[in-house]
């Protein structure tokens, strides 16, 4: 099963590379139509409320909610997402509560990758009297897909879909049932916009 799933992401990470060739950034205007018609003035960062699920595929399943935050540099087309959130879990007649901070974004390097983010989550669970502190390296796919037009722009939902790895930092604490594979689904609803100018 575990390698199934590792197949699976491993192909789906190979075909939104190719993709994503389409997505290039070409500075020397090559690709002009990468660019966001809008992207020679401004950056837009949003706040908002984060709404997220995820489930380690089998043993726990958690909702949450908190805050989130999102910036889109529109010279260089760069999207980046902060998060942090509460979440709880119900499965298997116990109760875990989760504390999660999590940063995604599109780029590696100077190669835009969009519509795939990659980045990380640090989620602390806590079950009873127990606790683990997991640490996620995590790739996924962000909508919008691309920042070409206006419209894309001001669009007040940003949507990720995560699949990630558990690494877990206290490793003597084996008794927290939750497992290594981990799917996550985060919500973004944008309530503050701001605008900065680009000055480069």
Sequence with gaps: MNKRILH??????FALFLYSADAQVNKLG???????????????IRQGIMFGVGSDVGNSAFVGLGYGASQYFGVSNVFMQQSLAYQISFLDNTIKHSIEVSLHNNY???LDISPMVWGGSLMFVNEDEYGQLFLRPEVGLAYP????????????LTIL????????LFERRDN???????ISLKFLFTIWTFK????Y
């Design 8 to 13: 699976i992401a491993l192909s789906l990470i």
């Design 30 to 44: 090559k690709k002009s139509v990468s660019f966001s018609s809008t992207g020679n003035k401004w950056n837009r």
């Design 108 to 110: 590696f390097g100077g």
């Design 145 to 156: 897909f691309k920042y070409r037009s206006r419209a894309a722009e001001e669009k007040r």
């Design 161 to 168: 879909l995560n699949y990630g790895y558990n690494f877990k």
């Design 176 to 182: 927290l049932g939750v497992g290594p594979h981990y």
């Design 196 to 199: 900065e100018m680009t000055f």
